[in-house]
C-alpha cells in the first residue's frame, strides 16, 4: 500500500518536468495517416484532445477515430474538445468513411470513441454500433475497441453497443469518486460510470472491459485504491494510469506531477488486485499502443478458444 500523499502543490505556472517532454509529430506516416483523414473529414480523439503520443502512434500507424462530429454537449473540465449544441447533426455515411479509412491504414486493431450527443434519441448509440459492424463486416480480422459516453446509464442503449461485438468495450471513470463533481459535466458521475461497465459484463461476460483514471488533480492514494477496488468489484479487466495536463488556461490546473516512479507503484498494486493488464506511466492514455498491443494478442487467444 501507498501511504496518502500530503496536499499536492497548486503546479500554475509551473514547468512540466522532464519525463513529460514528448517531440513533436513527425514521419512520413504520420503525414501519410493526417492527409487521409483530412480528405474524408474523419476526426480523432488524438487531435482534438492534443494527445501527447500522437506522434509516437500515427508513425506506427494506429490511431483512434472520433465518431459523430467534433462538438461534444458535455463541458467536462479537463477535456479540450470543443463543447456546445450539434443540433441532431449527424453523417449517415461516417461509419462506410471510418471502415474504408481503416482499410487503407492497414489497422489491426483500432479504437473508436465519441463525443457526448445527448442531442441524438439514442444519443448516438446505433450509429457507434453500425461502425462497429461496418468495420468488422469489412474486416473480421481487425480487433475492435470502443470508448464510449456513458449514455447517460441507460442499460438498453449500452447493450446495443455490445450487441454489435466490438472486442473490447471501454468507458472511463476519469477520476476518483470525490473529485467527479469538480472534473466532469454535472450529467456525468462516478455511479454512472461504473454502472456502463457493469452492464456491459451482465450483457455479455465475454467482453473485455476497460477504464482509465487521470493522476494529478489532488487525489490521494487511498481514494486511487478505493477505486480499484470498485472497478474489480465489477470485474473490470483492464485500467490505465495517466498523468493530467491541463490543455489551456482555461481547463482545470495540474495540482501534481506525479513521478514515473509513483505510477509504477500502481502499476504494481493495480497488476496484484487481479486486473488483466494495467498501463501506467505519465504520458499514458486510454489509448495507448503498448495496451492495443497486448489487447489484441488476448483477444486472439480468445477467438482460438
Not at 270 to 295: D, K
Request: aromatic share 8%; glycine share 8%; charged share 25%.
Amino acid at each position: 500500500m501507498i501511504a496518502n500523499h500530503p496536499k499536492a502543490a497548486d503546479h500554475r505556472g509551473m514547468k512540466k518536468p522532464d519525463w513529460l517532454k514528448v517531440r513533436a509529430p513527425a514521419g512520413e506516416n504520420y503525414g501519410r495517416i493526417r492527409n487521409l483523414l483530412g480528405e474524408l473529414k474523419i476526426a480523432t480523439v488524438c487531435q482534438e484532445a492534443r494527445c501527447p503520443n500522437m506522434g509516437e502512434c500515427w508513425a506506427g500507424g494506429t490511431a483512434t477515430m472520433m465518431l459523430m462530429g467534433e462538438v461534444c454537449t458535455r463541458g467536462c473540465k479537463f477535456c479540450n474538445v470543443k463543447t456546445g449544441n450539434p443540433k441532431g447533426i449527424l453523417d449517415p455515411s461516417e461509419p462506410e468513411k471510418v471502415a474504408y479509412s481503416i482499410a487503407q491504414m492497414g489497422l489491426e486493431y483500432v479504437v473508436l470513441t465519441s463525443v457526448d450527443r445527448d442531442d441524438l434519441p439514442d444519443q448516438g448509440a446505433q450509429h457507434f454500433a453500425r461502425t462497429i459492424r461496418t468495420i468488422k463486416k469489412l474486416d473480421s480480422h481487425v480487433t475492435v475497441e470502443v470508448l464510449t459516453p456513458d449514455f447517460r446509464g441507460e442499460r438498453d442503449l449500452v447493450e446495443q453497443l455490445v450487441d454489435a461485438k466490438p472486442d473490447v468495450f471501454a468507458h472511463n471513470v476519469e477520476t476518483v469518486e470525490r473529485l467527479q463533481k469538480s472534473v466532469r459535466d454535472p450529467r456525468a458521475g462516478y455511479a454512472q460510470s461504473l454502472k456502463v461497465l457493469e452492464f456491459v459484463k451482465a450483457k455479455d461476460a465475454t467482453r473485455y472491459t476497460k477504464t482509465s483514471l487521470m493522476l494529478g488533480l489532488g487525489e490521494t492514494d487511498s481514494e486511487i485504491e478505493q477505486t480499484l477496488r470498485d472497478l474489480r468489484a465489477i470485474d473490470c479487466d483492464v485500467v490505465t494510469f495517466g498523468q493530467y495536463l491541463q490543455p489551456t488556461s482555461r481547463h482545470l490546473p495540474v495540482v501534481e506531477f506525479v513521478t514515473p516512479e509513483k505510477f509504477q507503484n500502481w502499476k504494481t498494486i493495480a497488476e496484484g488486485m487481479g486486473f488483466l493488464y494495467v498501463a501506467s506511466g505519465p504520458l499514458v492514455r486510454s489509448s495507448y499502443r503498448a495496451g492495443e498491443f497486448f489487447m489484441q494478442a488476448l483477444v486472439a487467444k480468445q477467438k482460438r478458444g
